[in-house]
């Protein structure tokens, strides 16, 4: 089969030896090369091993015979889309806005319209002209899907050099609330550990030892601010910047986000109609200027209403 047939069709192949054992994800990215374990979480319609119905996660023995059926790729750039977005600030340099939860900053995982990025294109309408990135033009740093609030987009690749080199250099301050179950003992505290990608499941991290592979060192202050019931309000100050760190930092600690479909309990799943994570403030030093400016979000439905209801530390 030719890279051309492997698009949008039934790619078929047998395991061979150097395949026993291994995870269909991993033999079909890795050792056959039809996509990476990404693209095929995103594109893949439908997987058999030997006829019937398997799962990425299945590991596979010499001689199985495996079909994937493969979506068309995503385009290899974004489009413009009329989006409304909630801008906080704008110059001739950036753009800071206001992310909804349940909006993607950029096209991916067989996701290709209604991001942040196609919204952003439609904004700024020579947007992705200025960058060699198609998919991710201006994107400096990025929130979950699931959590909302401030975020902070160059308009050219000099304001983007320096924004991320803030970042690299940990000169940016981000502060989230998040409400949990839970109550954090001590009320004020820092988590230090680091973290790896969770081998049993590929979308999620985990907690780790600093010897496992790829591991990373993720810190994260909090403050008790409220509690109602059996939630507490927490403020959360990552110093680093690792992926999903807060969401499993709350989790390792027994104080699991509510709403949290990936790394909540089913009690926590259960207690919010959304994520409840929001990014409140992003201090940073806009391009030319010399001191750093705070940016705010105001927290959303319903964070307020149950910040209402609490009792208030």
Not at 37 to 48: A, H
Not at 137 to 156: C, E, F, N, Y
Not at 198 to 203: A, S, V, Y
Not at 292 to 301: K, N, W
Request: net charge positive; charged share 25%.
């Amino acid at each position: 089969m030719t890279a051309s047939d492997r698009a949008g069709c039934l790619f078929r192949t047998t395991v061979a030896a150097a395949g026993a054992g291994l995870r269909v994800d991993v033999y079909l990215a890795d050792e056959v090369g039809l996509a990476n374990r990404s693209q095929l979480r995103g594109r893949l319609q439908k997987l058999q091993v030997n006829g019937a119905a398997a799962k990425l996660s299945r590991r596979l023995q010499q001689g199985d015979l495996v079909e994937a059926e493969l979506a068309p790729p995503p385009p290899s750039r974004a489009t413009a889309e009329p989006i409304p977005l909630v801008v906080i600030y704008e110059d001739d340099d950036v753009l800071v806005v206001d992310k909804p939860s349940g909006m993607a900053v950029h096209p991916g995982s067989g996701r290709h319209s209604g991001t942040l990025v196609n919204a952003l294109l439609h904004h700024v309408g020579s947007l992705g002209e200025r960058f060699d990135e198609p998919l991710r033009p201006g994107i400096v740093h990025r929130l979950d899907m699931d959590t909302s609030g401030v975020m902070i987009v160059a308009k050219h690749p000099r304001a983007h050099a320096d924004l991320a080199d803030q970042f690299r250099r940990r000169t940016v301050r981000k502060t989230y609330l998040a409400w949990v179950l839970g109550r954090p003992v001590p009320p004020i505290g820092r988590i230090d550990t680091h973290l790896a990608r969770d081998p049993r499941h590929p979308l999620r991290f985990r907690v780790s030892s600093g010897a496992a592979p790829r591991a990373r060192r993720a810190v994260t202050r909090y403050r008790l601010r409220a509690t109602l019931s059996e939630r507490s309000l927490l403020l959360l100050r990552p110093l680093t910047g690792r992926t999903h760190q807060l969401r499993v930092h709350c989790s390792w600690r027994a104080l699991p986000i509510a709403g949290d479909p990936l790394y909540g309990s089913a009690q926590s799943r259960s207690a919010a109609p959304r994520l409840m994570l929001h990014a409140r403030h992003l201090r940073i030093r806009l391009p030319g200027q010399v001191e750093p400016t705070l940016f705010s979000s105001p927290p959303p439905e319903p964070f307020p209403t149950w910040r209402a209801a609490a009792e208030v530390t």
